[in-house]
């Protein structure tokens, strides 16, 4: 189904802050009039430096996204051996020797080198390809190599900004994959301190139980078995039976 003109002018400025559709109307007709070649739209070579540097980063990460049918990942620079490499099985070919291998945004502003880096990802010259399983293991023992002369390092984690402070238990459940990674750190010392507050807490409640005890109250029928007969409730026994078979589960 398609929309009319006047629809679409109504949701524009919904969807888009800001939304100017003479401005719009006017940038694409100049666009157009230039061939649309965004290249003729730069005021000067800095901001097609940036424009270029730009369209790089989203071709690699589109790329990556593709190859290892993860959306979200990260693209590491740094450390690309180990996080993209080692941990997912892909290379980034064709990447020209005369340009140091490291984040576009860090790259010089001089626009021959960035033109040949968005040229090449454009044409496909600049590609993603899957390392075989035979070729993935060589290069992992050369890291454990290089980590073990010191010639490499394994990346290091992130401190939690909350690091040395006492943290509030999770509960079961709520510990989403990959936490540990995000901050670096496990629920080790969280649990030691809990287990302390839940210590205290059952000493508090001991009297209370033991008077609850004495009077008969807080008693509960046992829930062991799919049918209770009749006569259950004058079983003696049977209400702490029961306790005890869901206290063992």
């Known amino acids: 189904m398609g929309c009319t003109r006047k629809e679409v002018e109504d949701y524009m400025p919904i969807a888009v802050p800001r939304w100017d559709s003479v401005k719009v109307a006017t ?24 424009f ?3 369209a790089i980063a989203a071709g690699i990460h589109e790329g990556l996204s593709k190859i290892t049918n993860l959306p979200k990942i990260a693209m590491h620079y740094k450390n690309y051996e180990r996080k993209i490499v080692l941990d997912h099985g892909v290379v980034l070919d064709g990447w020209p020797a005369t340009i140091e291998f490291k984040n576009p ?17 454009k044409d496909g010259t ?13 290069r992992e023992q050369q890291w454990e190599d290089a980590i073990a002369k010191g010639d490499a390092k394994e990346p290091s984690r992130k401190q939690r900004k909350d690091a040395g402070l006492s943290r509030k238990r ?57 049918i209770v007969p009749d006569d259950a409730e004058s079983d003696a026994g049977g209400g702490a039976a029961g306790a005890d078979v869901l206290g063992a589960t």
Request: glycine share 8%; net charge positive.
């Open 105 to 121: 945004s860090d790259l010089s502003t001089a626009l021959p080198p960035l033109e040949q880096l968005h040229k090449g990802i």
């Open 52 to 54: 270029l540097k730009g």
């Open 27 to 50: 940038l694409l007709e100049s666009f157009a009039i230039l061939g649309c070649n965004p290249d003729k739209l730069f005021r000067s070579n800095k901001e097609k430096a940036v």
């Open 126 to 138: 600049i590609f993603w390809r899957r390392l075989q399983r035979s070729v993935l293991s060589a």
């Open 170 to 226: 999770r509960r079961a459940g709520d510990v989403a994959e990959g936490d540990d990674d995000k901050d670096g750190s496990s629920s080790d010392e969280a649990e030691d301190v809990s287990e302390e507050k839940r210590v205290t807490k059952r000493r508090k409640a001991a009297p209370a139980k033991k008077a609850a005890k004495k009077t008969g109250r807080g008693r509960k029928a046992g829930r062991s078995a799919l």
